[in-house]
């Protein structure tokens, strides 16, 4: 490793967002440093953490250099971070300063300890405890435990919901504590944390180290520090973990590898899962997708030989998989202002006789969806998007779900002053508990949603009083699909199926099918997860959908083997790609003319088609007016380059913001 003395001048990559290509500016040496030593600079009138890249190959004058100091404890990232950044930086067309910084989120982890403490669990001197595995659960567990220690490869590990697969890559986990290394689970949801912790716990005997944004700098500080100084351990974390400094990583695993959360849509825009496959490359190490609705890109790439593919058919313990069937809502409709159609109440009836659980499910937030005038006819929207305000009865506001604005709940149209007339039109899942509460006012009610569970404490709390038997009825959005097990419950009642099935090539959203399918068939799986059989029912007024057709005659080959087919030909993701060009400004017709200045600047590359510019679906976000490109092309094009050569031959106003979104997985 590269040395450099005092007073030397060297290059110091930034944790800020800098316009210089490689995000470094050069420093003299206030002490002997090392190369990826991380260091503290003066940035402005701030101190901001730096990692020393190497000596500063030009000559650097009578030029006054600032000086990077070191730290207390010496903190080096290890060398397979610095092409992971720089490699994450070059591909989203981000600041490698402002990826750098993801690195060393918790600046304080680098100041020295007050009171140091070893609180962490002793892993290399624990007797497993666990239930053993089938016979299918070992065969699927072998080959992922074989591929530790033998550097790169990626699995899918592909098994219907409630075929146990968090025990089957524990197996590749345990193996690699094993071997005194460390391990990363990435998590789709903050909500799931409490309640995989204990899973851990029953399998490891310890608790693993948790990483989200609700944590404290406290915690934050610990993991970090474990992180980088290279401790066995297990880290059990939100889509941010991927860039802690491991310094010893054995085996990562992305849950639910399918889940669109893993996109993170601001700052710097990743793709979690599409990154852990890149990190696992540098760290030479194995990483394991797991899903029970595998990803078409992951599909794909196990088609292709590049991911191996290990699949778990059966339930665990013999569980069958439930029964799904539609309820067709054009000839069993509901009554006039209620959601639930006979079929499902009297289902509901009969399961609640039996003492067993129940989870309606409806992804929509709030009380309605959107609020009408019946005097002028107004639709009451957001003054700040072009949104329409949610209804939350419950804590008598309106609520846009895009800016987070709010406006009492009032009976006074805003559009024509008249009193009275305002209705709340379609249900959210408060209004349906409050039809649920009606309707069976001795079952014990919860509503899981993000306006209702806020933190990983509550999730945990709404998940005992399940597994207790203290809840008869869960009403719930996608929040409640994913991951958990209620051997009680045995109905699943979909409120709405055909929320999100408008989605498609046709409507602008290329995942609208798939992502349909997926939320689903997991929310099916919710049910009958133990010895009692599980049943579903699809309240729908589209029964001849593709999507419900495929999943009430269990034909998922199919479903696959369609939407491949359908992307193929038009040559859309995972077969072609795709990047976004979003422009926005407060001026409105500022933004027109430079869109078009924009799109006459384009070079006309023969392999690219560029789309636009047109006003995005939300033409007013937070105050900014909103304009969309979209370029598409083949795979093996280079886009970063070519969008990079555009934008530099016209100069972007001050009042302009442009952002790249490459490989987008959201167009509004």
Aim: charged share 20%; net charge positive; aromatic share 6%.
């Amino acid at each position: 490793m590269s040395e450099f003395l005092p007073e030397m001048p060297i290059r110091v990559l930034v944790a800020a967002k800098l316009p210089h290509q490689d995000g470094a500016l050069t420093y003299r040496a206030g002490g002997a440093m090392r190369a990826g030593e991380l260091v503290s600079v003066p940035l402005g009138k701030r101190q901001v953490v730096g990692m020393v890249l190497g000596a500063e190959e030009k000559d650097t004058g009578k030029m006054r250099l600032k000086t990077a100091e070191s730290y207390a404890e010496p903190y080096c990232l290890p060398p397979s971070m610095l092409p992971f950044i720089n490699w994450v930086a070059g591909w989203y067309m981000e600041a490698p300063g402002g990826v750098f910084k993801m690195a060393v989120s918790v600046p304080s982890a680098l100041k020295p300890e007050k009171a140091p403490t070893d609180d962490a669990p002793a892993v290399s001197a624990l007797p497993p405890r666990r239930e053993p595995l089938t016979e299918a659960q070992n065969a699927a567990a072998t080959p992922l435990v074989a591929r530790i220690n033998k550097g790169f490869s990626v699995s899918v590990l592909d098994g219907v919901t409630g075929s146990g697969k968090t025990e089957i890559y524990f197996e590749a986990v345990a193996a690699a504590l094993k071997n005194g290394k460390q391990a990363l689970i990435l998590l789709p949801e903050i909500a799931l944390s409490k309640s995989f912790e204990a899973r851990v716990l029953a399998r490891f005997g310890f608790a693993p180290h948790l990483w989200h944004s609700g944590l404290g700098d406290k915690a934050r500080r610990r993991v970090w520090r474990e992180a980088i100084r290279g401790k066995p351990m297990v880290v059990v974390g939100a889509r941010s973990a991927l860039f802690l400094p491991f310094a010893n990583l054995g085996v990562m695993v992305v849950d639910e590898e399918h889940d669109l959360t893993y996109r993170q849509q601001d700052g710097v825009r990743y793709h979690a899962r599409d990154m852990a496959v890149v990190r696992a490359k540098y760290a030479e190490i194995p990483l394991i997708l797991s899903s029970a609705t595998p990803s078409l890109e992951s599909l794909v790439n196990v088609e292709a030989g590049k991911y191996a593919h290990i699949s778990l058919p059966m339930r665990y313990g013999g569980a069958e998989l439930p029964e799904i069937a539609l309820v067709d809502l054009r000839k069993t409709p509901t009554e006039s202002r209620r959601w639930l159609a006979p079929p499902l109440v009297e289902a509901m009836t009969a399961t609640l006789a039996k003492k067993e659980q129940i989870l309606l499910f409806l992804n929509r937030r709030g009380y309605a969806p959107m609020s009408l005038c019946l005097s002028c006819r107004a639709r009451i929207t957001c003054p700040h998007c072009s949104a329409w305000l949610v209804t939350h009865k419950a804590v008598g506001v309106l609520r846009c779900h895009h800016c987070g604005h709010t406006t009492p709940h009032g009976a006074v149209c805003p559009s024509c002053g008249v009193e009275g007339m305002i209705l709340a039109c379609g249900p959210g899942v408060e209004r349906l508990a409050e039809e649920v509460a009606a309707r069976f006012p001795e079952a014990r009610l919860g509503v899981f949603s993000s306006d209702t569970i806020t933190t990983p404490k509550q999730a945990a709390a709404f998940f005992d009083a399940v597994h207790q038997g203290a809840l008869d009825i869960i009403i719930g959005t996608q929040m409640i699909a994913k991951g958990h097990h209620f051997p009680d419950l045995t109905l699943v009642g979909v409120v709405d199926a055909d929320l999100g099935l408008g989605g498609g090539l046709g409507a602008g959203d290329l995942r609208g099918a798939e992502l349909s399918w997926q939320l689903l068939a997991q929310v099916a799986g919710r049910a009958g997860r133990a010895s009692r059989a599980g049943r579903v029912l699809l309240q729908t007024a589209n029964p001849e959908s593709r999507v419900l057709q495929s999943l009430i005659q269990g034909d998922r080959d199919g479903f696959i083997a369609a939407e491949k087919a359908e992307r193929h030909a038009a040559a859309m993701p995972p077969y072609g790609r795709l990047a976004g060009v979003i422009l926005s400004a407060r001026n409105e017709d500022a933004l027109g003319r430079f869109a078009q200045q924009l799109a006459g600047a384009w070079p006309h590359y023969a392999e690219i088609l560029l789309l636009g510019p047109a006003p995005a679906p939300i033409r007013l976000l937070r105050g900014q007016h909103r304009v969309r490109f979209l370029l598409k092309t083949a795979r093996e094009v280079n886009l970063q380059r070519a969008i990079a050569t555009w934008l530099k031959a016209v100069k972007i106003p001050a009042s302009i913001q442009c952002q790249v979104d490459i490989d987008p997985v959201s167009f509004f």
